[in-house]
């Protein structure tokens, strides 16, 4: 596959960033509206249940993960290329890890949730199908085709939604929707399945135990990562299910999940960006450093409003989604969004460090990360109990961040990120002061009026590309006519 774009070109990267960006939010405000009425139908205890079952199910498929969606984002997206053979050799690998970790973790259940076994693992088997639609997804943006991903993304997103209404007006309880979610994902793990077989390059499979050996040696150090991020990320409801039970872990659950959303958004930009930076390090350095500076600017124009505002819209946002049963969420979810541009920054400081080769570094700081996650849940849980594990992720993203920065300095300048940065938090600044100041307004209201005043305060500030961002459309419409 040819580049369409010649490197120093950024359309390529605003077109898919774009397009990942949308299908981000689609998705996530589908599954946000199922998770809402999962909250209101089953209550603060079962939701509990199904948040401590799901962390625990990520935690066991960290085996399967293991680091092989950024390695073929990062692979495919230096060839352009995808063969036949890696793919189900890489298939196979997923397989046995996923029944070794299946297996472990229904000894588990048994243990630690032994009235909800069944629950569990049909928890656990949507986990491990949705980590498998995420690296046909990765394999997706590695080809730099991020329209398929909006398809696959937005069919499971469409049909969770519709499945899950439907069992909950029906009455089911936690295992209904489980099972609704299991049969969701198997239909956009088909549907992908089925895209990418007109994008696969023949080639013989090789299932030799020494041919698997070397995929999982070469995505060693990104599964370390992921096995340190799982710790910096998820022992907030680990700790909160073992010290003060499902109630506690519920409320932060409800305040993790709408962070969690936010954050993701990061990470549609980061999926378009890390195929592309892995390309332009091959190339001139001055190419690859607009590149930094483009997806840059995004994050920030992103992260600084959605953080500030989450703030300070949290107790009305809890109500409006939540209802008033979650009031002691809120506390939480002010913490989480003044952290939300710390998370932003880290998610381009990692896509960064993996572009550059650098995979050993984002270990040792992954690793330090999540050490200072554990300690800090371990004493904050047990002082402040839900609001103590939002303090948690707090100390740990700006402890990430501090060591990030320090690393990067040879890719994108401390004054340049000034440069980049002051526009988008003087229009933050100026949103901020709106949107407190009419307290009396519906929020959803204040959530449009605060946009719109953000937007103007960036075209007239010059914070948005628009030259850049209209030639980009220009150049998908007309290549959408040639198909």
């Not at 607009?290 to 959605?306: N, W």
Request: glycine share 10%; proline share 4%.
């Amino acid at each position: 596959m040819q580049l369409r774009h010649s490197p120093a070109s950024p359309h390529p990267l605003i077109r898919n960033s774009a397009m990942l960006v949308g299908v981000e939010l689609l998705s996530k405000v589908l599954g946000l509206m199922f998770f809402i009425v999962m909250a209101r139908y089953l209550g603060a205890e079962e939701l509990g249940i199904y948040a401590f079952a799901l962390t625990l199910a990520n935690f066991f498929a960290i085996g399967p993960r293991f680091g092989f969606e950024k390695l073929v984002q990062r692979e495919v997206g230096k060839t352009g290329q995808l063969l036949r053979g890696t793919l189900l050799e890489l298939t196979a690998v997923k397989g046995i890890l996923s029944l070794v970790a299946m297996s472990a973790l229904f000894l588990t259940l048994r243990l630690v949730l032994p009235m909800h076994t069944l629950s569990g693992m049909l928890i656990s088997s949507f986990v491990f199908a949705y980590a498998y639609l995420e690296f046909l997804n990765a394999i997706f943006r590695g080809l730099q085709r991020p329209e398929y991903e909006v398809v696959s993304r937005s069919l499971f997103s469409s049909v969770n939604l519709a499945v899950g209404l439907v069992a909950l007006v029906a009455g089911g309880r936690l295992a209904a929707i489980a099972l609704g979610q299991v049969g969701s994902v198997t239909v956009a793990v088909t549907a992908s399945l089925l895209i990418l077989r007109e994008y696969c390059q023949e080639s013989i499979p090789n299932y030799g135990w020494k041919r698997l050996q070397d995929h999982v040696k070469k995505a060693a150090p990104l599964g370390g990562v992921l096995v340190a991020l799982y710790f910096s990320n998820q022992m907030g409801i680990l700790v909160l299910g073992t010290i003060a039970g499902e109630w506690e872990a519920g409320y932060f659950a409800a305040a993790m999940r709408v962070f969690d959303n936010l954050t993701l958004v990061a990470a549609a930009v980061m999926g378009a960006f890390l195929p592309r930076a892995s390309n332009l390090y091959q190339g001139p350095p001055e190419v690859f450093s607009r590149a930094c500076e483009c997806v840059t600017g995004q994050i920030f124009a992103l992260a600084l409003p959605m953080g500030l505002g989450l703030a300070i819209l949290a107790e009305p946002i809890v109500d409006l989604l939540y209802g008033p049963a979650f009031s002691p969420s809120v506390g939480s979810m002010r913490v989480l969004g003044l952290t939300l541009c710390f998370s932003y920054w880290n998610y381009l400081a990692d896509s960064l460090l993996i572009a550059t080769d650098r995979e050993g570094l984002l270990f040792r700081l992954t690793c330090i990360a999540a050490a200072v996650h554990v300690v800090s849940n371990v004493v904050l849980v047990s002082l402040y109990i839900q609001l103590g594990a939002a303090l948690a992720v707090a100390v740990t993203q700006v402890s990430y961040c501090i060591l990030l920065t320090f690393h990067i300095r040879d890719c994108l300048s401390l004054n340049r990120l000034g440069e980049l940065l002051w526009r988008p938090a003087l229009c933050t600044l100026g949103m901020a002061g709106g949107v407190y100041w009419m307290q009396d307004i519906h929020v959803l209201y204040r959530v449009f009026l605060g946009a719109a005043f953000y937007g103007g305060g960036m075209f007239l500030t010059g914070a948005f590309p628009v030259g850049d961002w209209l030639t980009a459309w220009k150049t998908w419409t007309e290549k959408s006519s040639e198909k």
